[in-house]
């Protein structure tokens, strides 16, 4: 764990250091971990420069400044050159990278197909594919054999996207082939290299390696064919596909469909996979939580299944997931270009400037959260540090830009978490040191290896 010990309240995070021992901490790791680069002060300022680089990088932890950036009114501050870079061959112009009048139209056509009444018919594709994951784990339960946390959850919640999105279980072909390119392009996928980061100018193309850009082609051309082959079974892919323009009743192309699914795939199931996993890993070392949270799942349940109603009675497996997008939020970093220079919380910022809004150290800040690198729900129930630090946490985004996904991923984590934690115990104890990394999303720089047994109350 970054070289110290760490108390045992305290989970897995890099030791911050001065900024030019941060720099030969990253270097010398060879991962690009943007993580190991984010000096002591980080965790301090309400905003300044991130190291040195030719473009300038200025670093926002300021709630109200974040709010303003993220909201952009005066269409300073697009998504970052580098984040499109990275995404473009998979998803195209799709919500996830738009801005402007693009954006606008595509989030107003794609609102409705996560309406509350279209949660509630997901919710019954959740279940299935969870069923059917149980009874893969009560095997792994039985034998003992370990398996990789990680893995195990991104298949799991890329079969609840495939069923709910779809209505196609990863069991199929070519869901399965989509999954595993997902994985090469989630591993490998160039999005921000140290020495790019310091030596290029704004606006340089981020090359990707031919592996993911090859990748990034079969996924694609994979989606078409669930998008040729659509049954018109009453899914999330009918909603988008059923989507008009109000103002042309044009509804989107096939390119542009691949694009917002393929978004949906991407951001439906790694983000929720990524937030699992360290729930589990930290759950697995912290019986009074686990203990908890299971109370909670039978007095809620009454002893069944837990149900679409049961997800808003549950106001502790909530407070777990949100502790847990708190410490490890899937996405680590936000980035904005400025267009034009500009000012933000009194600070000039220049054209090109890469504007950092860091989920990562907002949600970690000295100042706006006792004990920041503590696990503690606590903080999220009533009267908890959430109440006094308005706008300080952001895992879904904020501004118009929030993520539209966020009602569905909450409802499938608090039935993952309370369902799988009812049933088993789990063991890391084989997972050795653990330590996150900044890659598409927040994940352990390796695999977290895990056993199970069944629980017996």
């Not at 001065?18 to 990253?26: E, G, S």
């Not at 495939?162 to 279980?169: A, K, L, P």
């Not at 790019?196 to 592996?211: E, F, G, S, Y």
């Not at 900044?438 to 352990?444: F, S, V």
Request: contains cysteine; proline residues 6%.
């Amino acid at each position: 764990m970054s070289g110290r010990k760490i108390r045992d309240s305290d989970p897995p995070r890099p030791r911050p250091l001065w900024p030019v021992a941060a720099l030969l901490r990253t270097l010398w790791q060879g991962e690009g971990n943007l993580l190991s680069l984010l000096p002591a002060s980080a965790y301090r300022v309400a905003s300044g420069p991130l190291g040195y680089s030719r473009r300038s990088i200025i670093l926002f932890n300021d709630p109200i400044s974040v709010r303003q950036i993220l909201e952009d009114r005066e269409a300073v501050f697009p998504k970052s050159d580098l984040m499109v870079g990275a995404l473009e061959a998979l998803i195209g112009e799709s919500i996830f990278v738009s801005d402007g009048e693009k954006w606008r139209r595509q989030r107003a056509m794609i609102d409705p197909a996560f309406s509350h009444m279209r949660l509630s018919l997901a919710f019954r594709a959740m279940r299935g594919a969870l069923m059917d994951h149980e009874r893969h784990l009560d095997g792994l339960a039985r034998s003992g054999e370990p398996f990789s946390l990680d893995l195990a959850l991104s298949h799991l919640t890329a079969d609840i996207i495939c069923r709910t999105v779809f209505s196609v279980s990863l069991d199929s072909s070519v869901a399965r082939d989509v999954f595993h390119d997902f994985l090469v392009f989630e591993r490998h996928v160039a999005q921000v290299g140290i020495l790019r980061l310091i030596v290029d100018p704004a606006w340089k193309k981020v090359p990707q390696k031919p592996d993911v850009l090859a990748a990034c082609t079969r996924i694609r051309g994979h989606l078409g064919a669930l998008i040729d082959r659509h049954d018109g079974s009453d899914d999330i892919a009918a909603a988008v596909m059923a989507a008009r323009d109000k103002q042309t009743d044009k509804g989107f192309s096939r390119e542009e469909l691949i694009d917002q699914l393929g978004v949906f795939f991407l951001a439906g199931h790694e983000t929720t996979a990524s937030a699992l996993t360290w729930a589990f890993y930290i759950l697995a070392t912290r019986p009074d939580i686990m203990q908890r949270l299971r109370a909670e799942t039978e007095k809620v349940t009454e002893g069944g299944d837990v149900a679409f109603e049961h997800t808003r009675r549950m106001p502790y497996a909530r407070a777990v997931f949100q502790e847990t997008l708190r410490l490890y939020p899937p996405i680590t970093f936000i980035p904005r270009v400025a267009l034009r220079e500009t000012f933000i919380g009194g600070r000039r910022i220049r054209r090109g400037a890469l504007v950092m809004i860091a989920p990562w150290t907002l949600h970690r800040h000295k100042v706006h959260w006792r004990h920041p690198d503590r696990f503690d729900p606590e903080r999220f129930l009533p009267g908890g540090d959430f109440e006094r630090s308005p706008g300080a946490f952001i895992p879904f985004g904020a501004g118009p830009h929030t993520c539209v996904g966020a009602g569905f991923a909450t409802a499938e984590a608090i039935l993952i978490l309370a369902s799988l934690a009812r049933r088993f115990d789990f063991d890391v104890s084989r997972a050795g040191p653990v330590r996150p990394v900044a890659r598409l999303t927040t994940r352990p720089a390796r695999e977290i290896m895990c056993t199970l047994a069944r629980h017996h109350s």
